[in-house]
């Protein structure tokens, strides 16, 4: 079945350092990707999505590339802050089934 | 002008209760799910409904009964909660291929 492996965390960084979040995947067909995020306390919001080989998504200064050879996902930032301080998850939604498989989240502490 | 709602925020309740959490979602989506966060964050769909359907069961006690009256809502009801019931539930819709909007959450904690 569909699965997906990110890194463990938790990862902690200093305020304008780089960030990489590892994501990758198993899955027939070819899925869709997505980053959410999730602040203390709150819901999951979505952060950014790829829906095919290449595509890269982007918002808020994070972005990740859809890459199909390598089976990844990866996250990024290139300059991160305090606020950007949260629980981070990978997902995949294969085939026309309409579930969202989750990785186990990685915890994300930016220190000023 | 809250695109996917929960009711209660918090559920505080004895082992062996009856609880209900509600979900209602204004964003014109045809299918809606619910999803169990652990203690370690970890995310895993129980239930999901396209358009009043059940389209997702996932291996779920029967203790816990989703209701869809309508494809706007989505309620989970749990029969005999059991300590290990104690959670965050959230809910959450989407539309075709994108992803979904997720409400803010239900922390349960069974006593």
């Known amino acids: 079945g569909d699965s997906v492996t990110q890194m463990e965390g938790p990862v902690t960084l200093s305020e304008e350092a780089f960030l990489t979040i590892n994501c990758t995947y198993t899955?027939?067909?070819?899925?869709?990707l997505f980053w959410y995020v999730q602040y203390p306390g709150e819901g999951l919001q979505l952060l950014l999505k790829?829906?095919?080989?290449?595509d890269k998504g982007s918002n808020k200064g994070f972005e990740a590339t859809y890459r199909k050879e390598t089976t990844s996902f990866h996250l990024e930032k290139g300059s991160v802050q305090v606020s950007d301080s949260a629980v981070y998850f990978c997902a995949l939604r294969g085939g026309s089934n309409y579930k969202l498989t989750f990785g186990k989240g990685t915890l994300l502490t930016v220190n000023p | 002008d809250t695109a996917v709602s929960q009711t209660p925020k918090y559920l505080v309740t004895q082992m062996g209760n009856d609880k209900s959490i509600k979900c209602e979602q204004n964003l014109g989506h045809d299918t809606m799910y619910w999803y169990k966060q652990d203690s370690k964050k970890f995310l895993k769909i129980m239930f999901s409904y396209n358009n009043k359907e059940l389209i997702i069961n996932e291996t779920v006690p029967n203790r816990f009964s989703p209701k869809s009256p309508d494809k706007a809502h989505l309620n989970l009801h749990i029969n005999s909660l059991e300590l290990g019931d104690s959670a965050v539930y959230f809910c959450?819709?989407?539309?075709?291929?994108?992803?979904?909007?997720f409400g803010s959450g239900t922390r349960l904690t069974v006593v």
């Open positions: 899955a027939t067909g070819y899925p869709s």
């Open positions: 959450a819709s989407s539309q075709g291929a994108e992803g979904y909007t």
């Open positions: 790829a829906t095919k080989a290449d």
